[in-house]
């Protein structure tokens, strides 16, 4: 049975720093993505970063490039998500999704397994 559960979200301040974790179960390591996404309040679920599960290959959208980094640890079949210098707009839901097959763009209509989500929240 496929299975994603995020956790590590919390309310930080400005400047501060977060690493989220999404535990995976049930997918494979080959030709298998894991993506991060948020959603804000009132606003369309967005992309975050993906990363190949066998390749490690990363991807960046770029409104977070230089400050999130995406990272696996394949033992514990897990990705992470760390997240630092966060801003007020960096406040959302943050959800892990998988994908598998070939790679496809990091937008919500592509990625079809989806966790529950994690609440980030950044004051200032």
């Known amino acids: 049975q496929v299975q994603l559960v995020e956790s590590g979200g919390g309310s930080v301040q400005a400047g501060g720093s977060l690493r989220l974790s999404c535990a995976a179960s049930?997918?494979?390591?080959?030709?298998?993505?894991i993506g991060w996404f948020r959603q804000a309040l009132g606003k369309e679920r967005e992309g975050v970063a993906h990363?190949?599960?066998?390749?490690?290959?990363?991807y960046y959208n770029d409104f977070v490039k230089g400050r999130f980094t995406i990272s696996q640890d394949n033992a514990k079949n897990t990705v992470y998500l760390q997240m630092k210098s966060l801003k007020p707009e960096d406040t959302a839901t943050y959800f892990c999704?998988?994908?598998?097959?070939?790679?496809?763009?990091?937008?919500?209509?592509?990625?079809?397994?989806w966790g529950q989500g994690t609440q980030v929240t950044v004051s200032s």
């Open positions: 999704a998988a994908r598998t097959g070939s790679w496809a763009p990091l937008v919500p209509v592509h990625w079809n397994i």
């Open positions: 049930g997918l494979p390591y080959t030709n298998t993505y």
């Open positions: 990363i190949g599960r066998s390749s490690g290959r990363t």
